[in-house]
């Protein structure tokens, strides 16, 4: 690699806005995050499969896909 091309690497604190932190690598000290696996309805279970459903119901209606 060449000298003094590549930004420095830190070890980086990651914070969530729901509490959780964790520490990792990048070329930035300190990072804030609005969403982290802890939190996020996918990683924790609590994602909303009726709204999804209701969303693709609505797309099926607005494009004439029913079967009726």
């Known amino acids: ?3 003094g091309i590549h930004p420095d690497y830190y070890e ?3 914070t969530c806005n729901c509490g959780n932190s964790f520490v990792t690598r990048s070329t ?3 990072m804030h995050v609005d969403v982290c696996s802890k939190c996020h309805p996918f990683y924790t279970g ?3 499969v009726a709204s999804a459903r209701g969303a693709i119901d609505k797309f099926n209606r607005k494009y004439g896909l029913n079967k009726d």
């Open 46 to 48: 609590q994602q909303k």
């Open 28 to 30: 930035k000290k300190e």
């Open 12 to 14: 980086c604190k990651v």
């Open 1 to 3: 690699m060449r000298e």
